[in-house]
Structures are given as structure tokens and as C-alpha cells.
């Protein structure tokens, strides 16, 4: 089992900037990839980056450049610095990890951070 605990969601103008942060603990080295979704009310949940154990790196096309996602493996901790946040970018952020349990593959989420993009 994987638990994963977020932080630094909030509120910001637009423009502005927001770094989460998400640590990992349990069975971290079953970990295959980390990274981080979210979801509007009423809307499918999105990924926005996940990055492997072996450095490949996916963004949603949304993104375009104004993410970064970065990997501190000693403190098993993944963070999403976001920039030129924009009003679409309000949604709860969720940290995900998709890891190895009893021999299967199986996601596991956080318990989401409000971001909240508004003048």
C-alpha cells in the first residue's frame, strides 16, 4: 500500500505562481510513476504530468510549458511548480502514484488540494 499526502494548494492571481508538493510513504518502492491529476466539479479528472522511475516525463497539452514536475526520490516527494496560472486552472489537484501491489498494478490517490485561480 502507497498513501500519498499533498500540500501548498491555495489561492493566487492570475499570473501568478503555486508549487505542490507530495510525499509518498508505505511501499514507495513499488512506485512505478508519480504525478498529478485534477478534476472541475462535474468534469472527468485530467492529468496534468506523471513522470516514471526512469525519468520519462508526460504533460497534458493544457499545460504548455507553464508546469514543471520534479522528483526528490531521498524524501519520496514529487512537486508540480506551476506558473502563469490562469482562471481554467482552478480545479482540486490530486497527487497520484501507480504502483505494484500483490503482483498487480493499481492506482493510488491523494486526498486532493483546492487551486484557485481568480482576481
Known amino acids: 500500500q502507497v498513501q500519498l499526502v499533498e500540500s501548498g494548494g491555495g489561492s493566487v492571481q492570475p499570473g501568478g505562481s503555486l508549487r505542490l508538493s507530495c510525499t509518498a510513504s508505505g511501499s514507495v518502492r513499488s512506485i512505478y510513476v508519480l504525478g498529478w491529476h485534477r478534476q472541475v466539479p462535474g468534469k472527468e479528472r485530467d492529468m496534468v504530468t506523471e513522470?516514471?522511475?526512469?525519468?520519462?516525463?508526460a504533460y497534458g497539452d493544457f499545460v504548455k510549458g507553464r508546469f514543471t514536475v520534479s522528483r526528490d526520490n531521498a524524501k519520496n516527494t514529487v512537486y508540480l511548480q506551476m506558473n502563469r496560472l490562469q482562471p481554467e486552472d482552478t480545479a482540486v489537484y490530486y497527487c497520484?502514484?501507480?504502483?505494484?501491489?500483490?503482483?498487480?498494478?493499481?492506482?493510488?490517490w491523494g486526498q486532493g488540494t483546492q487551486v484557485t485561480v481568480s482576481s
Open positions: 513522470m516514471s522511475n526512469n525519468g520519462i516525463i
Open positions: 497520484h502514484a501507480g504502483a505494484e501491489t500483490d503482483g498487480y498494478y493499481k492506482d493510488y
